[in-house]
């Protein structure tokens, strides 16, 4: 969900890329589905390893989740890093609709979060 807002968030001004510590295989369907309530469309999106990046020269590195900020290796080149620890709804237990809500609350403190962020990076510093 994160790539998928920041992305919007940014256009085509930034490369956005994901990964994962420890990633599923497979983007949540529920993850898909709330995402596209925000006109976001993420079902292309695929659930891969942070090593596919690790020859790559990466500015800045975000994490999200958990202990993600412990275990995510520093990039030859990364200056900048940010760690904004959201809950994983993945792990949501209860009804169907407990387990939806969880994921849109997430997808809204993300969204709420990297639209800030992404202002910054297209406004750039005030001087």
Not at 68 to 80: E, H, L, R, T, Y
Request: one cysteine or more.
């Amino acid at each position: 969900m994160a790539q998928g807002i920041l992305k919007a968030s940014v256009g085509n001004r930034v490369d956005v890329l994901s990964a994962g510590s420890k990633p599923s295989g497979y983007v949540h369907p529920i993850a898909i589905t709330v995402m596209k309530e925000i006109g976001i469309d993420i079902s292309d999106h695929t659930s891969k390893s942070l090593d596919v990046y690790l020859d790559q020269n990466i500015f800045t590195v975000i994490t999200v989740c958990g202990n993600a900020d412990q275990v995510c290796p520093v990039f030859p080149g990364q200056i900048n890093r940010h760690h904004w620890g959201f809950n994983d709804p993945s792990h949501t237990t209860g009804t169907e609709e407990e387990i939806l809500n969880a994921f849109r609350k997430t997808r809204d403190e993300i969204k709420s979060v990297f639209e800030a962020y992404g202002a910054g990076l297209i406004e750039g510093p005030k001087l």
